[in-house]
């Protein structure tokens, strides 16, 4: 079919304009197609490391059960050396601090909790991890530094476990007036729900006379 006038301006402005931009188009295109593909990519290889980290965690948490010192720290290490940005590593770190308090190992829990503090990703196990550790602290006599780490600013959900710590601390330090004002504002934030949390702390600020 014979193109009349009109049609064939219209062509050959279409193939002006592909000869002006054809090769910018294809590289645009060519761009668009690459992001998709990386990005799919960056997604898969994501997923891939959460399941290997998922994996390390599970055999960590097994070990911590069953008292197994070096299984932990073998799969402890892989997690922060291969999988420091996951979740897993800052759990897994939590839950190995917590091992080597309960076999007396001070030095290590503390080193763990502040991995956690410094590396991890979620600022809520940041928050838990600084508790920790300033309960460590505590037990190591080392008051002073032990309440700098509660003055960090924290979500509110910790409100309560942060001030009955600073009243435990300010009970070592002799200073019970102090004490009782952090235990009561405890009390004051603790979750209703918090039965048990509600009863140790009022326990304790009992024996201050209240």
Request: glycine share 8%; hydrophobic share 50%.
């Amino acid at each position: 079919m014979a193109y009349d006038l009109e049609e064939q301006e219209q062509l050959a402005t279409v193939k002006g304009w592909w000869a002006d931009n054809g090769t910018w188009l294809l590289s645009v295109l060519a761009a668009i197609s690459l992001a998709g593909a990386g990005w799919q990519g960056w997604r898969l290889w994501q997923a891939n490391q959460a399941q290997q980290a998922g994996a390390q965690y599970e055999m960590l948490v097994k070990a911590a059960q069953e008292g197994d010192a070096k299984a932990l720290r073998d799969a402890g290490g892989t997690l922060v050396e291969s999988f420091p940005r996951t979740l897993y590593a800052s759990m897994g770190a939590l839950v190995a601090a917590r091992f080597h308090v309960e076999h007396a190992d001070l030095k290590n829990a503390k080193a763990q909790l502040q991995w956690v503090v410094d590396r991890s990703p979620s600022d809520e196990l940041r928050d838990l991890a600084r508790l920790r550790l300033a309960a460590v602290l505590l037990d190591e006599k080392s008051h002073d530094e032990a309440l700098a780490l509660l003055e960090a600013k924290h979500a509110a959900a910790l409100d309560g476990p942060y001030a009955a710590l600073k009243g435990d601390i300010l009970v070592a330090k002799n200073k019970p007036a102090d004490a009782k004002t952090a235990y009561r504002l405890a009390l004051e934030k603790a979750d209703a729900r918090g039965g048990a949390f509600r009863n140790s702390v009022q326990l304790r600020l009992d024996a201050l006379g209240g």
